[in-house]
Structure formats: structure tokens, C-alpha cells
């Protein structure tokens, strides 16, 4: 009776799914058993499968989650049900901690709510193993000269990460306007050229947005308002090549996306769409530098919104979040690129984000 048929997958309907899950399961994966709680707007399913079997204890362990989760209306509805029935209900929270994070009951992703709580459970622990912020105030042509000067090296780190072989003299050429792509047809559809040039092309977009933000506008709504000139900047030059074609520019991916050696698999188009307006929100909202450089850069490449570019722009983002903070542009060094991985796959699948923390800590 509880039983559904997805996509050729015998599954349990929501509510079956929670009446259905141990007391264990609530600590030991608080984050997927709130999201799931989330998608709950009314009380009647689960109420359904605890009256039909007789799930008093169970009840108690719902209610109790409910609450946790702010869902008062739903947990005290399920009480009722359960007391008409005459059944005695003991409440109990299955939580080991409760989360200040607002669920809306029209938040129709559980995807939104799922970053929304990772945030929340996040945050502490980077404030606790990350730098405080600078307190020395900036001056923002010292910052800005000391971006430009960190230009090469910064390209060539976050090219070789990604796998393209460039070298520093190529991508010093590109920067200084001695490299045309009109000159050699071999260069010009060269795919790791072309990375050079889109690179070169988006660090002078990352440029401005840094400058809005020392300046003092909100990072997250700079971030939200320029990101796109980032990507189109970065992938322009291959497709003006014809190396890529000129859909890819169109934005946000329209279908799956994989990551090679990763157990993430990042989420469908749909949940894209919903979570990188509240990614910007969360940005903009939250008052901690240190959890806007972290969260910035992992979220983003957790909802892995394009079909290429997404390491590139995460590290783009991680330092215009450096510069909301006052801390220095930071690279990520192509020598640490496994200890970097092992970071954001700890974050992605386990949601530790201690080690990503602590790496990009060692890198101030």
C-alpha cells in the first residue's frame, strides 16, 4: 500500500519512508532526515500509516522531529490524530541538537532545504578552524595592484587543476596583448590557448566585482549580479574558435552532469535553478566572512550549476569572498590538487567541511 513505483524502483512513499526509519537514522543523517521532514507540508499521510499500524512510539519520535524542525502545526496535528484514536503518545525529539534554520511550507525543493540546513550545520565548525578576518583597513589600489601582480600564477594553478597544459609564458603572452589568435590558425583552435585567453578574458570581469565589494557593496549580490559575465567571459574565446558551441554559452546546464572520481552526483537542472538564487541569498544574508569564502566556493561546486568551468568559477568565487573579509587573493596550487579533491569530497559526501576548511586556511 506504501509502496511506489519510481522509474522502474519499488520505493516507499514519503511518509511510509519516515514512520519506517529508526531512531538511528535520525542521528546519524540529521541533514537528510530534516530534508525530508521539509517536504512534509501536511500531517495527513503520515498520520495515515501511524493509525493504520498502531505507531504510538513512532508517533512520539515525528512529533518530536517535527517540532525540531519548526513544523509545529504538523506535529501538533498528528498528536490530535493520534490521541482521537486513543492512542498515548509520548514525545520525544530523535535530534541530537536543533538547527536555527526557517522552513518555509511552500519551499517546494528539497534541495533549498538541504543546502539551507547544510549551511547552518556548517558554519560553526569553519568559524571555529578558519583566520578571523583582517582588522587593518584596506586600501583597495594596494589590494587591487596586489590581484594583478598574483595573475600568473594564479592562471596557471587553476588552469593545470582543471587539466589544461599551459604554461606560464602562454599565459603571460595572453595578459599582455603579445598573443593573438588571428595570427596562427593552430593556436587559435587550440583548446588549451583558448582556456588561457577565456581565463585572462574572466579575471578582469572577477576584477571588477572585487572592486564593487571593497568598495562596499554586498558580495553576495555582486556575486549574483556578475556571475554570468564571469562564465561568458571564461568560454567566449572557445567559442569563437568553434571549439565549443555557442549554446554552451546559454547558462545554467539543461541536463546531468558527472564528476570524475567522485561519489557526488550533483542535482538534476530542475533543483539548479532553485538553489543558486538562495546560494546568493545565503551570501548576501550571511555575516561571517570566513563561512561566505568557504561555503561560496564548496555550495558552488556542489550544485555544479554548468557543464564545464564549475572549479574555475568556484575559486573565483572563493576570492571575491576572500575580498569581502579583507583577507589576500588566494591560490589554490595545482601541487595540492589531491589534498584539495579529498576536501571537497569529504564536504560533498559526508558533509565534513573541516578538511576543506582547514586546507584553504593553510593557504592565507
Do not use: C
Not at 561555503?295 to 574555475?312: A, K, Q
Amino acid at each position: 500500500e506504501y509502496i511506489e513505483n519510481l522509474e522502474g524502483l519499488n520505493v516507499y512513499s514519503l511518509a511510509a519512508a519516515l514512520v519506517y526509519s529508526s531512531a538511528n537514522q535520525f542521528q546519524n543523517a540529521p541533514i537528510q532526515m530534516r530534508t525530508a521532514l521539509s517536504m512534509v507540508t501536511d500531517a495527513s499521510d503520515v498520520l495515515s500509516v501511524l493509525l493504520a499500524g498502531n505507531h504510538s512510539v513512532i508517533a512520539g519520535r515525528l512529533v518530536g522531529a517535527f517540532r525540531n524542525i519548526g513544523r509545529d502545526l504538523i506535529a501538533d496535528n498528528i498528536l490530535k490524530g493520534m490521541q482521537a484514536a486513543d492512542l498515548k503518545v509520548q514525545e520525544e525529539d530523535p535530534f541530537v541538537e536543533k538547527v536555527q534554520v526557517s522552513f518555509g511550507r511552500r519551499d517546494v525543493s528539497p534541495y533549498v532545504n538541504r543546502m539551507r540546513l547544510m549551511w547552518a550545520q556548517m558554519r560553526e565548525s569553519i568559524i571555529a578552524h578558519f583566520p578571523e578576518q583582517p582588522h587593518q583597513t584596506i586600501d583597495i589600489e594596494t589590494y587591487m595592484a596586489e590581484v594583478e601582480d598574483k595573475y600568473v600564477t594564479d592562471a596557471y594553478h587553476s588552469l593545470s587543476i582543471e587539466g589544461y597544459r599551459v604554461t606560464r609564458e602562454l599565459i603571460e603572452l595572453v595578459r599582455s596583448g603579445s598573443w593573438q589568435a588571428e595570427g596562427s590558425d593552430e593556436s587559435k583552435r587550440h583548446l588549451d590557448a583558448m582556456a588561457a585567453k577565456g581565463y585572462w578574458n574572466a579575471f578582469q570581469e572577477v576584477k571588477k566585482a572585487v572592486l564593487a565589494v571593497l568598495e562596499g557593496r554586498n558580495a553576495g549580490d555582486v556575486l549574483e549580479q556578475t556571475h554570468s559575465d564571469w562564465y561568458l567571459a571564461l568560454f567566449g574565446p572557445s567559442v569563437a574558435a568553434g571549439i565549443i558551441k555557442q549554446s554552451d554559452l546559454a547558462g545554467y546546464r539543461t541536463g546531468p552532469v558527472y564528476i570524475r572520481q567522485s561519489m557526488h552526483t550533483p542535482p538534476g537542472r530542475e533543483a539548479v535553478r532553485d538553489m543558486m538564487p538562495t546560494l546568493f541569498d545565503l551570501l548576501a544574508e550571511e555575516e561571517n566572512a570566513a563561512v561566505r569564502v568557504v561555503l561560496g566556493h564548496f555550495i558552488f561546486v556542489y550544485i555544479h550549476p554548468y557543464f564545464d568551468g564549475n572549479g574555475r568559477m568556484g575559486r573565483f568565487i572563493m576570492n571575491l569572498m576572500m575580498a569581502s573579509g579583507g583577507y589576500p587573493w588566494t591560490i589554490v596550487p595545482v601541487t595540492r590538487r589531491d589534498e584539495y579533491m579529498k576536501a571537497l569530497e569529504a564536504a560533498s559526501v559526508k558533509q565534513d567541511i573541516v578538511p576543506f576548511t582547514k586546507f584553504l586556511a593553510s593557504l592565507i
